[in-house]
């Protein structure tokens, strides 16, 4: 299996991608890295620091697509870019996944352009993994796509259904709509017409609306729903952690029988700590492009390089875009059905 | 003064605004009560209970709008209920304000059709206070409002600056517009539109953008957004604080060192809990409204309730609905003075 991989992007490049791409080799001798990204630079860390690159094949890049630039732009302007040439190449067959930690606004863009995306989906959505009290849950659409139709909506269930399965082990994922109040009626019109859709939608587990209160709480696999609110639900969660983590800290710090109860939760706190960073989490899989696109976070470390790759390797093992494309061909075909009938219907 | 309150509204009534309104009445002597509900249940239950009814006028209604009720229906149907014979005293100058623990809906929809709004607001803003790290924030709309037009979050913003400073006694307070970004060009056209009305408004202390990361944090004292999104921001918050609390309540249980830990924490646990908690951060105002309207929590204790009712005071002594007409009077001539300059241009 050939995995390409951004070799610049992210705050740490080209060393946390190099580090992490000669961990995976070491250990997967059936994984193949093509490194994208300025060959010089890279082989010249490498013997810095004295990594191999057995397994990793370097294709120069002269570009590179910076966190400001604007992306819809940047994919038309900078084609010698890891993301551009990653995304032409995952699209010409020449790689099975790509990995990158670069700017997910060109990553997105780029998906949409270059590679294209899964028969009924117009752009990918962005999906992570979010901590919770049960059980980590995926959030899709967790911010690529601002304005959502209910359709759209519908798919992030389905794609994201197939994805918990597929790549997480999960059987018969709950699904749940993130909506302001349990009954069907509630939300704006957006969030009740993808309810109903959601609702009829066949051999899919959906619980109905899931209450912002009781997302952290775990109660589903899958949370659905636009990009905007998943964006404030994820910063959300990221922000509240910190905060608390911050005020115990403080209670910690404050006196001599904080700093005794610090040393006794020392270990708990420190495995709370963990599992309320995002980082943790592996990186974030672009649903309905047409091949596996992972997004591995702004930060990753070499070891968060590593989990990317290895979750883009399940993606490919576990045929992901295949499944979601047969699912949502079947809901595709549902949807015509129903409208055929409907129309039969009303001539009669 | 004269505070209208429902007696009938929220899970503890009529116990809780009865125990408020007494308390309430014991420490200031230049409030009047008006109680509204079941005249005959509530004199029972003082007597029962050797609460003094000394200050307190009631006045009976032989109906009330339930939590299940469609608020709408219920407005128009239930013509002798606390919240509509309430909202209507408050209009015909009977009162000064209205306190209810009852359906949020209802009084919503009942402040608009029988109290009505103050000019330029066609609906009021669900207001409330949210805690995070520094201080507690006023959420606008914080529910009641799922979808929006730009100048309706200008509007949250302005009346939300004027709350903050007459009724929190922040000076200059600053306004935060939630968003996925820190750029004006963030989100979607909405958010993207409100960013520019809200910069352009004369005398208000706009910070820009505050992403949900940052919200927690306490940067801002007015977080502007939909009533979607803020339904979002206050329930994740309430979720998050929860669901770590849990986690933090299981490590203090697992074994002898986290017995000790809590002991040694104790103190400052409870205080954690009690600032995460809802209940003691106050009612929320309808801002917008003619008059003052406190909406109690629906679980609100006689603290509480005695809570909302002095907040009432403070709305009413510091003329908060005057001041707030006065701000947006100022907006929108403003905005009249901008479009005639732009028509007069056009025209040239």
Known sequence: MKILLDMMGGDNAPLAPLEGAAQVIKAHSD???????????????????????????????????????????AIRRKKDSPTVVGLSMLRDGEGDAFVSAGSTGALHVGSSLILRTLKGIKRPALACMVPSKEKNYLLVDCGANAECRPDMLQAFGIMGSCYMNKVNGVADPVVGLANNGAEETKGPPLYQQAHQLLKETPGLNFMGNIEPRDVPMGYADVVVCDGFTG???????????????????G????????????????????????????????????????????????????KAIKNAILQAKTCVEKDLCGTMQAALNEMNARQKATEQTASAESQE
Chains 1, 2 share one sequence.
């Open 31 to 73: 994984i193949e890295i093509v490194g994208l990204g300025d060959e010089q630079a890279v082989r010249a860390l490498a013997q810095e620091k004295n990594i191999p690159l057995t397994g990793i094949t370097l294709v120069n890049c002269t570009q590179n697509i910076e966190m400001d630039d604007e992306p819809a732009l």
């Open 231 to 249: 964006n404030v639900i994820l910063k959300m969660t990221e922000g509240m952690a910190k905060m608390i983590l911050t005020i115990l800290k």
């Open 251 to 302: 209670m910690f710090k404050k006196n001599i029988g904080g700093m005794i109860a610090a040393l006794l939760l020392k270990k708990d706190l420190f495995a709370l700590k963990k599992r309320m960073d995002s980082e943790e989490v592996g990186g974030a899989p672009l649903l309905g492009a047409k091949c596996p696109v992972i997004k591995a976070h702004g930060s990753s470390s070499g």
